[in-house]
């Protein structure tokens, strides 16, 4: 049974940073994609950054220079490091995972299998 939870949100100021992590189990972890989605107020949920099972990373325009994905196989958790964090960047994480993994789907929401309950960011102005 594939499960994947989600940590680490909360609120900050515009500024701030937050990192997420999400707990993987229940599937051969290093052979998916995995990716981190948002969906903010009234807004469809979004790509935000994702990272193949080669350690390729690709990440939204929204988000690049700030946030920075990586993965740990061992611990078969997932991290999001948010910095500089603004108002905007508030609604809810989700972590998913892709069991066909190819890095030119990181960010199609469409194509993971796997979604985790979300955790939720909120930044304060």
């Known amino acids: 049974q594939v499960q994947l939870v989600e940590s680490g949100g909360g609120s900050v100021q515009a500024g701030g940073s937050l990192r997420l992590s999400c707990a993987a189990s229940?599937?051969?972890?290093?052979?998916?994609?995995m990716g981190w989605f948002r969906q903010g107020p009234g807004k469809e949920r979004e790509g935000v950054a994702g990272?193949?099972?080669?350690?390729?990373?690709t990440y939204a325009d929204f988000v690049k220079g700030r946030f920075t994905i990586s993965k740990d196989n061992a611990k078969t958790t997932l991290h999001l490091q948010m910095n500089s964090l603004k108002p905007e960047d508030t609604g809810m994480y989700y972590c998913?995972?892709?069991?066909?993994?190819?890095?030119?789907?990181?960010?199609?929401?469409?194509?993971?299998?796997?979604w985790g309950q979300g955790t939720q960011v909120t930044v304060s102005s």
């Open positions: 998913a995972a892709l069991q066909r993994c190819r890095w030119w789907l990181l960010l199609r929401e469409k194509e993971y299998n796997y």
């Open positions: 229940g599937y051969t972890y290093s052979s998916y994609c």
């Open positions: 990272i193949d099972s080669n350690g390729v990373t």
